[in-house]
């Protein structure tokens, strides 16, 4: 029986900006997006990345999930990918507590995922050239206690001046997380100035 990812969409707070999550049963793979995310939002702020080699845009899955983007392997769409990038923007408001901030924003998201999959362990991690000092992010690396509950990946949440770019690339084992692409894509987020 072959695993599938199992996406687990946060996108209202903590930047797993849309994640996935292993489930063997299933035939695709599927996504659940948390309460509150508020589809196909758009930032001010532009979002600059490298597409990692031998990748491609997903923007019919994007489209479907009113996300900023979806990337798979070349051949692959976001339903039978081993690997998946997701990018999710949502609106700051400082009427919802969740939304003020970027710390509130991933406590709320962490606070949510640790809801559905209370085994979830959370590492800090960091991009190793993505600067502190020049973008405002936090990052980290997420898998399960119990395999593939939910699946491994590393996210990073980018605060704009408008709300949070949640950046997240799930994958089959915690050990395709080491693949220098990963890393490699991660080093190339950038905020560019306004549209």
């Excluded at 508020?38 to 996300?67: C, M, Y």
């Excluded at 206690?145 to 950046?167: A, C, H, M, W």
Aim: charged share 20%; aromatic share 8%.
């Amino acid at each position: 029986m072959t695993q599938k990812l199992l996406m687990l969409l946060v996108v209202s707070v903590l930047a797993i900006g849309p994640g996935l999550s292993f489930t063997s049963a299933a035939q695709e793979n599927s996504v659940i997006i948390r309460p509150g995310y508020k589809k196909g939002q758009q930032s001010h702020t532009k979002l600059s990345f490298v597409i990692p080699q031998g990748w491609v845009k997903d923007e019919k899955a994007a489209k479907k999930l009113g996300l900023h983007s979806v990337i798979v392997p070349s051949g692959m769409t976001l339903e039978n990918a081993d690997k998946v990038i997701t990018i999710s923007f949502q609106k700051k408001d400082p009427n919802k507590p969740e939304l003020e901030n970027l710390k509130n924003f991933v406590t709320a998201d962490r606070q949510n995922t640790l809801s559905q999959f209370p085994d979830a362990q959370f590492e800090k991690w960091q991009p190793a050239k993505l600067h502190p000092g020049k973008l405002n992010f936090l990052s980290f690396e997420m898998y399960g206690k119990e395999k593939n509950k939910p699946s491994p990946q590393r996210f990073v949440v980018l605060d704009t001046d408008d709300g949070y770019f949640s950046i997240a690339l799930t994958t089959r084992t915690r050990n395709d997380l080491q693949l220098p692409m990963c890393e490699e894509f991660f080093n190339s987020l950038g905020i560019g100035p306004s549209h």
